[in-house]
């Protein structure tokens, strides 16, 4: 079965640390991969993605992500986090075998960046 | 460029009364989404559009959700009549197109209590 798994429900970060939020799926076949990040109030907003070449992928803000494909991992990073980081983070997939191209989402994790 | 457009931001319903939410996606979006996210959870997706013809919408309860796109645009979500589960922050997201690869914007949501 298809699924998204966000290992920790919160992630605590001093200001100017390096930060990193975990990311694992599981899927039939080969996944696009996202990350969405959510401000309180607000719609998520779409961060970055996979889909195929270097498994380094840079984003908005400064975020990063790393695909491994052999941890099935897919980990969001960030070398110096600022308090405005404090939101919650999405990771989703979509299974290229799947026709309907559904992205599959975690459950969330809460990042606090603390002054 | 305009982003996703909800309203209302936030209703108040009794249960058993009904409801509805409208969303304007991001202008040549062919590719429109509903989804409820309950607190402390990934979105879930209810309905998927492709210009004004549903792609998906396996997991909507149609016993008592409904969703429209008229003319491929705009679109509404009513739910009737409306349980206490049904409480949650309804999300429409719009994309270019429904290919795999194409990343969602959202809108800020409606946020809907059932008393």
């Known amino acids: 079965a298809q699924s998204v798994a966000q290992p920790e429900d919160q992630v605590n970060v001093a200001e100017g640390n390096p930060l990193t939020v975990k990311c694992t799926y599981s899927v039939s076949g080969n996944p696009y991969l996202f990350w969405y990040v959510q401000y309180p109030n607000r719609g998520l907003q779409f961060l970055l993605k996979y889909i195929t070449g270097d498994n380094l992928v840079k984003g908005s803000y400064g975020f990063e992500a790393e695909f491994n494909k052999s941890q099935t991992s897919f980990h969001l990073k960030k070398p110096s986090a600022l308090v405005s980081d404090s939101a919650l983070y999405f990771c989703a997939v979509r299974d290229l075998m799947d026709s309907n191209y559904q992205l599959i989402w975690g459950a969330g994790t809460k990042l606090i960046i603390k002054p | 460029e305009a982003g996703v457009a909800q309203s209302p931001r936030y209703k108040i319903i009794e249960k058993r009364q009904s409801v509805a939410f409208w969303c304007n996606p991001i202008?040549?979006?062919?590719?429109l989404y509903w989804y409820q996210q309950i607190l402390g959870q990934g979105p879930k997706l209810l309905i998927q559009f492709q210009n004004n013809g549903v792609v998906d919408d396996s997991q909507l309860p149609k016993d008592r959700f409904s969703a429209e796109r008229l003319k491929g645009v705009d679109s509404t979500l009513k739910i009737q009549p409306a349980k206490l589960e049904d409480s949650a922050v309804y999300l429409c997201?719009?994309?270019?197109?429904?290919?795999?690869?194409?990343?969602?914007?959202f809108g800020p949501g409606t946020r809907l209590t059932v008393t």
């Open positions: 997201a719009s994309s270019l197109l429904a290919g795999s690869y194409y990343e969602q914007y």
């Open positions: 202008s040549g979006h062919a590719t």
